[in-house]
T-cell receptor, first 113, second 116 residues
Framework: DQQVKQNSPSLSVQEGRISILNCDYT??????FLWYKKYPAEGPTFLIS?????DKNEDGRFTVFLNKSAKHLSLHIVPSQPGDSAVYFC????????????FGKGTRLHILP | DAGVIQSPRHEVTEMGQEVTLRCKPI?????LFWYRQTMMRGLELLIY????????DSGMPEDRFSAKMPNASFSTLKIQPSEPRDSAVYFC??????????????FGAGSRLTVL
């Protein structure tokens, strides 16, 4: 049973346009949601997070939106750049140290020139 | 800080052989996680430790898999005997474990395992 779902395996976006990556979750007890970015032959790196008590968090070109009623979050990248081409993982966890950190399957983003 | 160090980066072995993957977490991080990445299942949590103690190993696929953390600076993931379906990239990650706020992991570069 997947608690964190990324239903789009891949996404292609023109350079300069907005990239929107989506994530759905099933467990309403999650307290934090995170996005990680992964380049080939490297480990995932943390990108941005959002607390379940907020509906938006912004960091430069990256904004994460959370819709708790729909159990849905999205990552917006504006404007998209070639270096944004990577696999993006959505993750969720509680705040306790013993809480699991659950990842989705990832979405591969291609930024087209 | 050298980050999370994993070895070997690549391992090719034959079915039935024992495989040992190693991880050195970031100094001062007291939580350590082992994940496996496959195309079908994405990033799966296998096991994690807090202060060298295994907290949850429910993600370990079967008894052929075992993990240890004998001290704060070293962990191993062992597969014995290995099977072709174990082929994947295995990631180790560590975390400082904040009392509040998002639990942010720092990942190693991964160990790509191929079992023939």
């Amino acid at each position: 049973d997947q608690q964190v779902k990324q239903n789009s395996p891949s996404l292609s976006v023109q350079e300069g346009r907005i990239s929107i990556l989506n994530c759905d979750y099933t467990n309403s007890m999650f307290d934090y949601f995170l996005w990680y970015k992964k380049y080939p032959a490297e480990g995932p790196t943390f990108l941005i997070s959002i607390s379940s008590i907020k509906d938006k968090n912004e960091d430069g070109r990256f904004t994460v939106f959370l819709n708790k009623s729909a159990k849905h979050l999205s990552l917006h990248i504006v404007p998209s750049q070639p270096g944004d081409s990577a696999v993006y993982f959505c993750a969720a966890s509680g705040t306790n140290r013993d809480d699991k950190i659950i990842f989705g399957k990832g979405t591969r983003l291609h930024i087209l020139p | 800080d050298a980050g999370v160090i994993q070895s070997p980066r690549h391992e090719v072995t034959e079915m039935g052989q024992e495989v040992t993957l190693r991880c050195k977490p970031i100094s001062g991080h007291n939580s350590l996680f082992w994940y496996r990445q496959t195309m079908m299942r994405g990033l799966e949590l296998l096991i994690y430790f807090n202060n060298n103690v295994p907290i949850d190993d429910s993600g370990m696929p079967e008894d052929r898999f075992s993990a240890k953390m004998p001290n704060a600076s070293f962990s191993t993931l062992k597969i014995q005997p290995s099977e072709p379906r174990d082929s994947a990239v295995y990631f180790c990650a560590s975390m400082s474990g904040r009392p509040s706020g998002a639990n942010v992991l720092t990942f190693g570069a991964g160990s790509r395992l191929t079992v023939l």
